[in-house]
């Protein structure tokens, strides 16, 4: 006589879900509406990127670096740009340099206003994803104008990047930083402090210091657990060390320090930071090349690295083996949202479904990055 | 005398039966959202507020049963596939597929070297229009919808089979 | 504190189980026998000094030619800011290593994707099955051995 047990029901909510944020299946055991277990099934987009390293040449992996992450395709191409030019040893020039910064800075404000977007429409709120989005669009443009494409850019190249800024950029950029921090203060003045927005998300799921060390959470979501740790001032790379900006860290004003109200203003901070960031380097551009000198044919030395950088969803790392060939002989990717994911069973315990989707918005996972 | 008696022009207008049911279905086709990768991201902005799809009439639904377009956007894996055929075949005729972008036509540039990623959604579901690009730009999308228009302008309903 | 230093820390406390120093890596890489390698993490990370509080990556590797496998553990201290790489090879017929889930438990998730790819057994883990590929494939995809196969359920692989 099989033993069924009434009180339990199991729902898997499947690949194909709106607030899942790509496709995740989760197998939520209920008790009524309390849930006792969440467990994520993953790998429903598992392209092989790590098979496809081994048998394409350096530059030729870039663009499907791009498809990591896609809402911060510019950071992905700069991860392993910098990984490839440690084992090159080579110097990157000066402008070079300060267009990077201006790509993954904007490209920050733009994953973010994807989050931010997505997040209000799970839960509920459709408006403030409208909003996101247009300002997203201006964004767009911009990228559009230098690169070529909207979405997936390809734009930071081993060595520097691809193209030089175009005329009209610099305009362009000032007059959308002028006019983002009035969205901003719309955005508080309509989400942030709503009293049912802050009712939905305060005190709900708190992921401690301890615990956010011992999954391997990094990026906003460790910046709300208190924790100050961003690897734009603790190792910094490209010209961060020149610059002027702060490091926010949650507080707990609404709730508890590293509750789901927490981690989802981590981001409206950041991009007020970023916005500085991109102001300064927009006046630092000085006349310069805008790529090193790499050989056509790159044989980077035999040896191994790790090398990681600030994506807006975490720490992005590329762990790179090489054996002297023109074709990687290992290369793992470490990606933010695989860590930040892991810890979904601890914090699913005793919530109700509703908060799950709160819970696993502002994570603000991405799914291509865990299953690469 | 009927309602409509001052309002309509002195008009008689004659149509088909098949073209005016095609021009029904036409302006309303409600899309599923069933976005995988980054394809989803310019579906998603394709809806939004600048390149709006409201004012062809599609509007998103989350589920297969509500919907009668569903664009695959993204790339489909083995593991998925199974899925896709699932869902295709929940949804209730008359039904159509708009495979975007490069990896639902023919696997993106996924095709040479990978295990996992499945050649082309049209192993599985029969496809209606093909948009290429990687990812396609909202106006190549809207270019595609406007392509299923016509074909479905062209839809013969009352066919004795 | 230097790699060298750690190095020596270990070595004194591990003996012979410290295999060697590899200088040239960037973090530099310290070989620890498989057998050894839960005590070397907990010591990592609980001894004064060291508190490696951190596990940033955890990658298997397959080194065909030298008839091995290896694990490679990437480790970081946010309190004193030094980083370490550790590896454990085994052998590529039997690849057996202890499971390191019980020092950091992010290590769950990727020990799981390490079996998956590559069929490395985790001894002790409490959950190892395949994450990544579908729960019926055959064969571990990223060796350096794998054919592809021609067909999965009724289509063209």
């Known amino acids: ?63 499907f670096t791009d498809r990591l992450d896609y809402l911060a395709s510019m950071n992905c191409n700069l991860a392993y740009a910098m990984t490839v030019e440690k084992l090159l040893n080579i110097e990157i020039p000066r402008r070079a340099q300060i267009i990077r910064v201006i790509m993954a800075e904007l ?36 990228f559009e104008m230098t690169c070529g494409s909207r979405l997936t850019y390809n734009y930071i190249r081993i060595g520097g990047v691809s193209k030089d800024l175009p005329e009209g950029f610099i305009d362009k950029a000032k007059e959308f930083l002028d006019y983002f921090p009035g969205k901003l203060k719309e955005y508080n003045e309509l989400l942030s402090y709503n009293a049912i927005f802050i009712k939905r998300l305060a005190n709900i799921a708190v992921i401690t210091p301890e615990d956010a060390l011992d999954y391997g959470v990094t990026g906003p979501n460790l910046r709300a657990s208190g924790i100050k740790w961003d690897l734009r001032r603790e190792e910094p790379y490209l010209i961060y060390n020149e610059l002027d900006f702060d490091i926010p860290i949650g507080r707990g004003e609404m709730g508890t320090v590293g509750d789901a109200w927490d ?45 990681r950088a600030e994506n807006p969803r975490g720490e992005l790392g590329f762990y790179l083996i090489s054996d002297g060939s023109t074709k990687p002989y290992r290369l793992k990717i470490r990606a933010p949202s695989f860590a930040n994911l892991s810890i979904l069973p601890k914090l699913a315990k005793g919530v109700m479904i509703a908060d799950l989707i709160a819970i696993i918005g502002s994570l603000d996972i991405i799914l291509p990055e865990i299953d690469r | ?125 029969p496809v209606d229009v093909y948009v290429p690009g990687c990812p396609p730009k909202p106006e190549a999308l809207i270019e595609g919808i406007i392509k299923l228009q016509q074909k479905i302008m062209q839809e013969k309903n009352l066919v004795k089979k | 504190m230097e790699p060298k230093g750690i190095y020596d820390i270990l070595s004194k406390t591990f003996g012979s189980k410290i295999k060697q120093f590899l200088e040239n890596t960037f973090p530099p890489t310290i070989i620890v026998e498989s057998s050894a390698i839960v005590d070397v993490c907990k010591f990592l990370k ?23 496998m290896a694990v490679v553990y990437h480790l970081f201290s946010i309190t004193h800011r030094h980083k370490i790489a550790l590896k454990v090879e085994v052998d590529r017929n039997e690849p057996h290593v202890p499971t390191v889930e019980g020092v950091w438990a992010t290590a769950n998730w990727y020990e799981r994707e390490a079996y998956d790819l590559f069929g490395i057994i985790f001894d002790g883990h409490s959950d190892l099955r395949r994450i990544l590929m579908p729960d019926d494939w055959e064969g571990y995809p990223m060796r350096k051995d794998y054919v592809y196969p021609k067909k999965y359920h009724t289509w063209d692989v």
């Open chain 1, 107 to 142: 490209n920050r404000i733009s994953s973010h206003l994807i989050a931010f977007g997505s997040f209000s429409s799970d839960m509920g709120a459709f408006t403030p994803f409208l909003f996101g989005i247009r300002e997203r669009e201006f964004i767009n443009d911009l």
């Open chain 1, 1 to 63: 006589m099989v033993n069924v047990d009434e009180r339990f029901m199991e729902v898997s909510m499947g690949p194909q879900h709106p607030s899942t944020h790509g496709v995740l299946r989760l197998l939520v055991r209920t008790d009524g509406e309390v849930l006792t277990a969440a467990r994520p099934y993953i790998g429903y987009l598992h392209r092989a990127l790590e098979k496809i390293a081994e048998r394409v040449t350096y530059p030729q992996f870039t663009p």
């Open chain 3, 46 to 68: 609980n001894e004064e000094g060291l508190n490696f509080t951190s596990l940033m990556c955890l990658s298997g590797v397959d080194l065909k030619d030298q008839g091995k």
């Open chain 1, 263 to 307: 981690r989802y203003m981590m981001r409206i901070y950041e991009m007020e930071q970023s916005t500085k960031i991109v102001k300064q380097c927009l006046d630092m551009l000085a006349p310069g090349d805008y790529t090193a000198k790499v050989p056509k044919v790159l044989k980077p030395p035999a040896g191994e690295v790790y090398v």
């Open chain 2, 1 to 125: 005398m009927g309602i409509l008696e001052d309002r309509l022009p002195d008009n008689i207008l004659f149509t088909t039966v098949d073209k005016f049911l095609n021009w029904s279905k036409k302006n309303s086709l409600w899309y599923m959202l069933f976005a995988t990768a980054c394809c989803g991201i310019e579906l998603m902005q394709t809806g939004a507020s600048r390149y709006d799809l409201d004012r062809f009439g599609s509007v998103f639904r989350a589920t297969p049963r509500q919907s009668d377009l569903m664009i695959v956007a993204g790339t489909i894996t083995h593991k998925m596939a199974d899925r896709v055929k699932r869902l295709y075949d929940q949804m209730p005729s008359p039904k159509y597929v708009i495979a975007m972008g490069s990896c639902a036509n023919t696997g993106g540039p996924f095709y040479k070297d990978s295990y996992s990623v499945l050649k082309g959604v049209d192993k599985i579901i």
